[in-house]
């Protein structure tokens, strides 16, 4: 199985129990939702396609976030 880092804490996925990875997706989304009202001056790669975060729209933020937390959560499903 392909691994899987982390956006926000940079760790493999895999290492997270559940609990860990709701808080980590929780913030990602949060802040590649919306990077300003963080001052976040650093650039989030997008987990699923690798661009900057920053270069997607509203719609692709969403598509690519919705498939992150798909890939994350549903493991055995
Ligand atoms: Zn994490
Ligand atoms: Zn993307």
């Known amino acids: 199985?392909?691994?899987i880092v982390c956006p926000t804490c940079r760790k493999d996925m895999g290492e997270h129990d559940e609990w860990?990875?709701?808080l980590c997706l929780e913030k990602f989304?949060?802040?590649a939702t919306n990077p300003v009202a963080?001052?976040?001056v650093r650039k989030i790669?997008?987990?699923m396609c690798k661009k900057d975060m920053s270069e997607h729209?509203?719609?692709q933020t969403t598509e690519c976030l919705n498939k992150f937390i798909k890939q994350v959560t549903g493991k055995s499903s």
């Open 45 to 47: 790669v997008c987990p």
């Open 57 to 59: 729209n509203q719609e």
């Open 1 to 3: 199985m392909e691994k």
């Open 38 to 40: 963080y001052g976040s």
């Open 20 to 22: 860990q990875s709701y």
């Open 29 to 31: 989304v949060k802040v």
